[in-house]
């Protein structure tokens, strides 16, 4: 793919996000750069996914998210030097702010936000403990040696110090001191702290304490900083400005080591490990229905950014048991859905798709980033996401059988990422299920998820999409319905107007081509009349969308207007019902266009094929001007 100027691209994106006043925060994951924006429809979504560099832009967990790739943080620094200072979310109860999502997403953002930064050194050390494991377990080096205590120390620290790591970032999120944060971290994995933890009775002023091992744990140190946070903002509002700086510290300190060590830590720890063991009982116990569900759905998980609830939970298996049996499916999951890719390069013979493709499911296999190839190439196709997701559910049953695990957390599944996995009961079973997750996902997608190929060449294609064109212009006015055994080869504009390509509509889900492929039209005039024959299986009682089916099974879908179910039917007068049989230039539905204008909502129209994928090829054609009946959309059994 061609090389993208970051520098470049960087202001123009803040101009198509809606400026700096609508931002914020910014922050960035694997692959995309994470927005929380002021006012989401300030944003231009079709033309930010239009500029090169851009896969996709994604609208979830209280996050506008644009997903670049595996150089994402080349553009954030790019941003970051536009943005000086601006890193932190809002606080409650401001727009954009935790206040305004609902409770899953104010998790899935606080867990995101904490472990973000964090990421990738987590996923490197990890990678390092799982290399030099697999060194040890070949014997090509002695455990006992000091070589390997250096190694092991440089690859298990970050894990093991997580708590102080993590209290970092809980800090930066929390808006509490972050050296503050540290201190009582530090306090949790400290030596004679953790010697203490030797089965026998202690106290702190009389007061038992239950001491409980710290080193790698994840919730203790979260809901300590957060409780730091309202400690440092009651005494910097009790303490005179010449003692605050060093008192705040010190009584926040003073107050939060014992309450964490006598309350919080006991309680958030017994609570995490209940958590992980409820995990290990069920991929012990029912490891069929863990695996099918953590290897097909991880990649739908990963999405909608809910795969962020999971990381505490993976991690705390890790601190309470030694190791993660969640991971075990996820690998198959991974590698399907880049095989799924693989395939579609292989078998499709559109340049521009090979030339994403290749890079794209080269990513996901290497280094397990798999949104390129799902948001780029799978999910527009629909079928090859879905081949993923079976492969990924078969594959991931195997592994969980299996007992696929790994000890070390941070690890991305893939295939640099296997060492990891070496400490699997039944590793070449496991290893088996991935092989099957991929056969599966790569077989289907070659034999049946790719569509765009050109099946037909030479006299025989033309003249059926000259015989296309002129049935279109032809059948216009007509009103004599298609014979059953002739297939649609054109859909043809409803209405006079002007014709513009999907990406450049003004609504992600029509522009990013989910719903299908097919044409804008800015109409002319306000009636508008069937693009195919066949039957009404839609019809919205406020007019401005409908579904036909014709008789070979392509399936059309006409909308009006963008977001103008609001209007309830307002300027809108509909000509047919569902069940109603229609020919091509038969009436739809009438439009007042001028109120629907003044009532400030766009009237393109969209005319989208909606079973685009079981299709050889839909192909529109957008040439300015239209006139009703004009062919606008070629379709190729």
């Known amino acids: 793919m061609a090389k993208v100027d970051y520098a470049a691209m960087a202001p123009d994106l803040l101009q198509r996000i809606g400026g700096e006043a609508n931002i914020s925060a910014l922050s960035h994951c694997a692959t995309r750069m994470r927005f929380v924006l002021k006012d989401e429809s300030k944003a231009d979504s079709a033309a930010i996914k239009d500029m090169a560099g851009v896969v996709t832009v994604v609208q979830t967990g209280g996050q506008y998210q644009v997903v670049i790739g595996n150089d994402v943080p080349l553009l954030f620094a790019e941003m970051q030097a536009l943005l000086p200072g601006l890193g932190s979310e809002k606080g409650e109860g401001e727009k954009g702010g935790a206040a305004s999502r609902n409770p899953l997403d104010a998790f899935i953002a606080l867990v995101s936000a904490i472990f973000l930064p964090v990421l990738w050194t987590l996923a490197g ?78 106290s702190f002023l009389g007061i038992p304490l239950v001491i409980m091992s710290y080193t790698s744990s ?5 809901v300590a900083v957060w409780v730091q946070s309202y400690i440092e903002r009651v005494c910097n509002r009790v303490f005179p400005s010449a003692f605050r700086n060093f008192m705040t510290p010190w009584i926040t300190v003073l107050i939060m080591v014992p309450l964490t060590l006598l309350t919080i830590g ?23 229905l863990g695996g099918i569900v953590i290897g097909g759905f991880w990649q739908v998980f990963v999405m909608f950014g809910l795969h962020w609830g999971l990381v505490p939970i993976m991690t705390q298996e890790i601190t309470t048991n030694g190791y993660s049996l969640i991971y075990g499916p996820i690998e198959a999951a991974v590698l399907a859905q880049a095989a799924a890719g693989l395939a579609v390069m292989l078998r499709s013979r559109d340049a521009k798709v090979r030339e994403l493709a290749g890079p794209a499911s080269l990513s996901g296999f290497l280094a397990g980033v798999t949104e390129p190839i799902i948001y780029g190439i799978n999910l527009p196709r629909k079928l090859p996401f879905y081949f993923g997701i079976l492969g990924g559910a078969v594959g991931g049953a195997i592994g969980a059988l299996a007992g696929g695990r790994v000890s070390q957390a941070g690890v991305f599944p893939s295939l640099i990422g296997l060492p990891a996995y070496l400490e699997t009961p039944h590793f070449v079973v496991w290893l088996i299920g991935v092989i099957v997750g991929v056969i599966i996902a790569f077989t289907l997608t070659f034999m049946f998820g790719v569509k765009d190929d050109a099946v037909a060449a030479g ?32 859909l043809v504009a409803p209405v006079d107007g002007r014709a513009l390509p999907l990406e450049r509509v003004k609504d992600p889900v029509f522009s990013s081509g989910a719903l299908g492929n097919g044409v804008g039209i800015v109409p002319s005039a306000g009636g508008l009349a069937a693009p195919a024959a066949g039957t009404i299986i839609t019809a919205m009682e406020t007019g401005h969308a409908f579904g036909i089916k014709a008789d070979d099974g392509v399936e059309i879908l006409i909308h009006v207007g963008i977001d103008t179910v609001n209007l309830k039917g307002a300027g809108f007068t509909p000509r ?26 766009d009237t393109t129209t969209i005319v989208v094929v909606t079973n685009t994928a079981s299709l050889g090829a839909v192909v529109p054609i957008i040439d300015g001007e239209v006139r009703a009946g004009e062919t606008i959309v070629e379709i190729d059994h």
């Open 125 to 202: 050390t990890g990678l390092f403990k799982a290399f030099l494991a697999m060194f040890a377990t070949f014997n090509w080096i002695d455990k006992a040696s000091d070589t390997y205590t250096v190694l092991n120390a440089a690859a298990d620290a970050f894990m093991n110090f997580l708590p102080l790591v993590l209290a970092v970032t809980a800090a930066r999120h929390f808006k509490a001191n972050q050296f503050t944060a540290m201190a009582i971290a530090g306090a949790l994995v400290y030596p004679s702290i953790i010697a203490m933890n030797d089965g026998g009775s202690h």
């Open 218 to 222: 994840v919730l203790p140190i979260i």
């Open 266 to 288: 006991p309680l958030t720890t017994t609570v995490a490990d209940g958590i992980a063991s409820g995990v290990q009982w069920l991929f012990v116990h029912v490891p069929l």
């Open 459 to 490: 006299e025989q294609a033309g003249s059926a999409a000259g015989a296309a064109k002129a049935a279109g212009a032809a059948g216009a006015g007509s009103s004599t319905a298609v014979a059953d055994a002739e297939p649609t080869t054109a």
């Open 576 to 601: 047919v019902a569902v069940g109603d049989r229609v020919s091509i230039g038969d009436p739809l539905v009438d439009v007042d266009l001028a109120a629907v204008r003044d009532a400030g909502y």
